[in-house]
């Protein structure tokens, strides 16, 4: 698989709290040049994006990293940033729902988000590390029920990232209209192969072009 047709499967993502216009810009122009899946970058500059880059695939975060934020608010969130352009929205889950065991309520707010992306992708970050397996497969079914697109591993801010196990998992109780995204600690082009080889849909990656960038100059 050559590089540009791994990148296809790549969510250019730069989601550090001290991002800049400039930084956010340049993975917006390496983004279009080199036909990423999309960038996934602060709500803050969804607007500014979508308007310096008209042809982009804008993806953004709701809830994050937490994920414990109201269902009104997180709605709030997402309708703000349709608004201003994104047409993927990544969320976080209320951990303190599923630890509870309160999948109804997990779900319940993921059919409200989802009712505002409408035909818009929307993602649902579980953040794998903190859970058990029981955890996760009631959370593959609450993804399934809510109507949502995709079941993502990580935020990439938790004690841990994406696992290949997890992936497996993922595709034995997840709904046939549901996609998986690896995310979190994938820094190597093996790591992105090894991924899409199990299954994934879509990677979470920032160094992705920058890895991959022998390769592009061939290539491109």
Known sequence: MLGKEL?????????????TWDEVKQICTDAVTYKTASVCIPPDFVGAAHKAFPELNVCTVIGFPLGYETTDVKVAETEQAILDGANEIDMVVNLGKVKEGDFKAVTSEIKALKAVCGNKVLKVIIEACYLTDAEKVALCRCI????????????GFGSGGASIEDVYLFKKHIGPNVKIKAAGGIRSVTDMKAYIEAGCARIGASAAVELLKNDLDEDY
Do not use: C, E, Q, W
Request: cysteine-free.
């Open 7 to 19: 990148l296809r499967y790549v969510d250019h993502t730069l989601l550090k709290p001290t991002a």
């Open 144 to 155: 399934t029920d809510g109507g949502a697109d995709y079941i993502k591993t990580s935020t």
